[in-house]
């Protein structure tokens, strides 16, 4: 009787606590590529990725430079082409993306290269394949580890 | 029998996992408004903010200047009450807020306005309405994405 | 009958929803000190630390000063024993750490001190004592709070 018990327990138990999904926020009026908010359920589990860095484009360039890792865009495409990577090895995808950080760089005297950074950011995100947007804040920092950075992105994903 | 056991389980499910609360742990010694840490228990939905600029509040300067919205209080309190309207459109408040990241600009060859920036945030947080405090950090970064913005917000939230 | 139903669906709930473990995975080919993404299950509480700052090592130095907290190293230490501390108020640990960001400052005209960080740094985390490594982000700010420190750390960990 008690095996009995616990069998339908456990039947039940997927009924009373179904799969809860992501829920994710546009800003009302703005077709900007960002969630305004992104709502996680309890049931889920959270994926915290270390900050991803740019790969050297030009190995024959100093590493102490940006000319060893590109502009603003070559080096965004390459930091999210990383994270990609990371996401996949975990079997996760940009989809499950909720919540980013990006980490900027202007080189001294320039105007931060924001277009470039957004060239970058929406051949992954809001496309028709990839719609899923995460919520967003976006800073200039005074530098990252390496002179030869522009950008680190930061992501947390949830399992789908 | 079967549909019995499921309506038992129910009830019994509501008294095996009680609501949980948030816990905000205060700094011994210290009445600064900011919680030392917050415990956010697992049966929690969390919600991610992006991050909250300021609004214009000078049509008639440039936008590419701090004219155009004003100083460290005035932004402080245009970028919160940004975020209050956000999180009433997700039925949340201010009180739901846990978590806070400020991201502060020191126009050049100037000090950081620190106390405009505490004048603004303590009409939303540790006032006798709104008693509940987040962990936070705060930081002054290079630059935000227009030039005219001295603050950016980011906050995470808990519906209760 | 009511009772005893109550009875065995908590001994089996306890079997349904096992305690989960936090998932630290590693980069592979890399040593380095820090995970490449923190995986945290869905029935864990959650501990949101505010950012650490460092404490005056000299207080015959002007507060305004890096000669009143130290350098990097000694302000990374001073940090992440405050951090400890807290954790040990909140019978947490630092192998309970998860995320880390830190937020760096190089005074004018110099170099990020990285290597002092990471004396720093290394001394908490992959230990033989302490192994478990957090996700983290690192990067250099314009400046904190206080004119005299160079390292805030935020930290949010998973309670055990």
């Known amino acids: 009787m008690r095996t009995a018990l616990v069998v339908a327990i456990s039947a039940s ?13 546009s800003t009302p009026g703005s077709d900007f590529p960002i969630a305004r908010a992104v709502e ?3 049931n889920a589990t959270t ?22 890792y590109g502009d603003m865009e ?9 994270i990609e990577k990371t996401l996949a090895d975990l079997d996760l995808t940009m989809g499950d993306v909720i919540k980013m950080q990006a980490f900027l760089v202007a080189p001294d005297g320039e105007q931060l290269d924001f277009e470039g950074f957004m060239k970058g950011y929406t051949q992954f995100f809001g496309t028709a394949e990839q719609p ?8 200039t920092v005074a530098g ?17």
Do not use: C, K
């Open 74 to 82: 070559t080096q965004t495409v390459s930091v999210l082409t990383s």
């Open 13 to 25: 138990l997927s009924l009373a606590v179904p799969a809860q999904d992501v829920v994710r926020h």
């Open 47 to 68: 994926v915290y990725l270390s900050g991803a860095v740019p790969s050297v484009v030009d190995t024959t360039a100093d590493r102490a430079t940006f000319a060893a």
């Open 40 to 42: 996680v359920p309890a």
């Open 132 to 139: 899923n947007l995460p919520s967003r804040s976006v800073m």
């Open 144 to 160: 990252l580890v390496s002179p030869g950075w522009l950008v680190e992105i930061e992501v947390t994903a949830v399992r789908p």
